[in-house]
């Protein structure tokens, strides 16, 4: 069974930095893409950035400010952001790219203070 377990979260002000965690079980980790998630309140869960399985990464309105990577040896993915801004407040999850429906983790809260 693939699961996700994400950790890292919390309150930071604006202008600050977090680093997110993911540990992923239940697959060939190296085989896989990999996408951080989030959900504000009342809106749609987005995709921000993605992993190839060779270390590519995409990003969309994050780009500059956040940076995925990965470690095959220890099953992880990583979501640092900086100069984080009140609207990256979300629940932060991250599954495959793309995602598998019925893998998602209980996420980790992100609130940005202004």
Do not use: H
């Not at 190296?30 to 996408?35: A, C, I, L, R, T």
């Not at 270390?55 to 990965?70: A, L």
């Amino acid at each position: 069974q693939v699961q996700f377990v994400e950790s890292g979260g919390g309150l930071v002000q604006a202008g600050g930095s977090l680093r997110l965690s993911c540990a992923a079980s239940g697959m060939t980790f190296s085989f896989n893409e990999f996408g951080w998630y989030r959900q504000a309140p009342g809106k749609q869960r987005e995709l921000v950035a993605v992993i190839s399985r060779g270390g590519t990464t995409t990003y969309d309105s994050v780009k500059g400010r956040f940076t995925i990577s990965r470690d095959n040896v220890k099953k992880a993915v990583y979501l640092q952001m900086n100069s984080l801004k009140p609207e990256d407040t979300a629940v932060y999850y991250c599954n495959t790219s793309p995602y598998l429906k019925d893998s998602w983790g209980q996420g980790t809260q992100v609130t940005v203070s202004s």
